[in-house]
């Protein structure tokens, strides 16, 4: 892991930071015994409820999808008759159990939407508050942002968002479900446009900060990236413009096949075959999603992120909504030197963009790297929509 030292940070943060540093955290426990208070556990009792005689009609409502939600998961045409018993549609029992196992492991775990608005406040009250301390001198920048407030807000996203409470709900699903129930595969399109309208507000209130420091599968591959292992190798970036393009191309085609414009097979998604969220749930239901796991897991040694920045739709959508970011990494143009030390800082091209003053920048994850390396004191993490430099690095 990167070097953490965390003593001079605190010590020097004044005693407004410090009330601010305890008001989050009681804020934080406050909303935690909320969500545990609220949430149920609402999940059916599992696949000894059903048997192979019983028909789609009869067993969809009681796991929450659609009949042709349902048709999907046993991977029949999703208009097939939802009134025949299964025996009759040739489905066997091991097929109907491995079905039901499947949607039940989507059912959202409602306390995780509580935590992921915990870790988001954290995050963003580190980085416009109590990251910096008050009237320090721009020569002790290096002691600002410490690592590990980061490093803990990560690992409590990959441990208890991630395998204490499962893969669902997070950012990637809530966006391919609100797709999947415009299709028929979810009976309640509002509840999922909603889900999604959640994980859209916090990319938007910090830039992309729910992808920064709450989506499990993004802090392990972060906390991968932290391993201070072949650095060398990590100054090399991957061409923002190719990346997007996959990720682009990706979604785009993922919607094709879900409407089934191509392939022919409506509520077909190619996602599901590449869910690196499955991980969480120890789900590996197809070669083809263990080899995302461990393919984006390795590449992390030496590139950021590489399942955000190639693959995932959510990274792609939520990096089309980084413009209306409320707080985010801001510039201050009058001071830039275009010394260049924030753009080596970044692993992405993004601190590159910003300092260019280009209106489609690369991803920002708000992850700090830049904040405390420039000279001029010309970097902030603050509110506000005013242009960056608009002046070119030569
Ligand atoms: S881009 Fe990365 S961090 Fe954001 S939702 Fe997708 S997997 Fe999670
Ligand atoms: S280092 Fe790059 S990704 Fe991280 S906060 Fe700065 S601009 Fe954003």
Do not use: G
């Given at each position: 892991m990167e070097k953490i030292d965390n003593n001079s940070w605190f010590s020097k943060i004044s005693f407004k930071q410090r009330i601010w540093l305890f008001a989050t955290v009681a804020v934080m426990l406050a909303i935690i015994v909320f969500g545990i208070l609220l949430s149920s556990s609402s999940k059916p009792k599992g696949s000894v409820d059903f048997n192979i005689n019983m028909s789609i009609q009869d067993i969809a409502p009681k796991l929450g999808v659609t009949g042709k939600g349902l048709a999907r998961e046993l991977e029949l045409p999703i208009d097939v008759s939802k009134k025949k018993p299964l025996n009759l549609l040739k489905i066997t029992d091991e097929e109907l159990h491995h079905a039901v196992e499947h949607i039940l492991s989507h059912r959202d775990s409602v306390l995780k939407y509580y935590i992921y608005a915990i870790l988001v406040l954290f995050g963003l009250v580190f980085l416009t508050r109590l990251g910096r301390p008050d009237g320090?001198?721009?020569?002790?920048?290096?002691?600002?942002?410490?690592r590990a407030p980061y490093i803990v807000s990560l690992l409590l996203s990959v441990i208890v968002a991630g395998f204490f409470l499962g893969k669902s709900p997070n950012p990637m699903e809530g966006l391919v479900k609100v797709f999947k129930s415009m299709v028929g595969l979810y009976p309640d399109p509002v509840i999922k446009i909603i889900a999604f309208g959640f994980f859209i507000f916090l990319a938007v209130i910090g830039n992309k900060i729910i992808c920064g420091w709450a989506c499990p599968f993004g802090a392990l591959q972060e906390l991968i990236y932290s391993v201070p292992i072949l650095k060398k190798i990590k100054q090399k970036k991957l061409p923002f413009v190719l990346t997007n393009a996959i990720r682009a191309g990706l979604f785009f085609i993922m919607l094709f096949f879900l409407f089934g414009i191509v392939g022919g097979r409506k509520g077909f998604v190619i996602y599901h075959y590449i869910n690196p969220f499955n991980l969480f749930n120890m789900d590996f239901e197809s070669f083809s999603i263990l080899l995302t796991v461990i393919i984006a897991l390795v590449v992390s040694f030496i590139a950021y992120r590489p399942f955000c920045q190639v693959i995932c739709p959510f990274g792609f959508v939520s990096w089309i909504v980084e413009r209306f970011s409320v707080f985010r990494v801001r510039i201050d143009k009058e001071k830039c030197t275009q010394c260049g030390a924030c753009i080596k800082a970044c692993p992405l091209e993004a601190a590159k963009g910003k300092v260019e003053g280009k209106r489609l920048t690369a991803d920002c994850f708000s992850c700090a790297r830049c904040l405390n390396v420039c000279s001029v004191d010309a970097i902030k993490y603050g509110f506000g929509c005013k242009r960056d430099l608009t002046k070119k690095i030569h």
């Open positions: 320090a001198n721009v020569k002790n920048r290096h002691e600002w942002y410490p």
